[in-house]
């Protein structure tokens, strides 16, 4: 085969995996964007932060569902959302919407153009509006996939932090699975941008849905959320356990 010749077959290889991957760009229910996004995020998170889990990926191929988990680095959200498409027989590519700090969201560049991608839940630090809490239940109603981080901002120190009984209120008022998640050795540094480009070893603890179906149909009284939201945070620090 002359040298013409094999770079007609190239340029066919090409050529053909271009259009491949147009198409199952196009195909993706949560839009071409989320498919780059995500196309991305599978070669930048192992490589980045070597990442593995204790299991496969357990959240629902359709449907609602709440993702809970630790919060110990901004890169989280993608850790989270790492292989979640081996958790049913289509492969569906998902978007997840996190609840998310303000800051990130309004971020010029990549980080924020992720973020609105992504649909992600502006946050204000405070904590007093009930805003963003509604349009995640909002969402929830409608089938979608929504990340929470409850201890608020990003932990330090040991352990979880105490955290808002909002998640509570959202869990309840939804009824939708809560599956909980706890990320060991995200990378933590005082800039918002430096963890996307620190390297690090992570590991994803995925854990089984828990059930709060006692819990549903009884008023919602501050202390009942209380018991639910400390219920619901017991059970994901104890897959730090393992």
Known sequence: ???????????????????????????????????????????????????????????????????????????????????????????????????????????????????????????????????????????LKAGHLIGVFPEGGINKGEGLREANPGVAWLALHSQAPVYPIYIQGAPQTQSMVEPFYTFSHVRVVYGDPIDLSPYYGKKKTPELLQEVTDLMMRRLGELNER
Request: aromatic share 12%; proline share 8%.
């Open 1 to 139: 085969m002359n040298d013409f010749g094999a770079i007609s077959i190239l340029v066919i290889f090409f050529v053909v995996a271009v259009v491949v991957v147009l198409f199952q760009a196009c195909r993706c229910p949560s839009g071409w964007n989320v498919w780059w996004i995500y196309a991305l995020e599978r070669v930048y998170v192992p490589f980045m932060f070597r990442w593995r889990s204790n299991r496969r990926c357990p959240f629902p191929d359709e449907g609602p569902a709440i993702i809970l988990a630790n919060h110990r680095s901004p890169v989280d959200p993608l850790l989270i959302w790492m292989q979640h498409h081996l958790s049913g027989p289509t492969g569906r590519i998902r978007r997840l919407s996190f609840l998310t700090a303000r800051e990130y969201c309004e971020l010029p560049g990549l980080i924020g153009w992720m973020c609105r991608n992504l649909h992600s839940i502006p946050v204000d630090r405070n904590g007093r509006d009930m805003g963003p809490v509604r349009e995640a239940l909002r969402r």
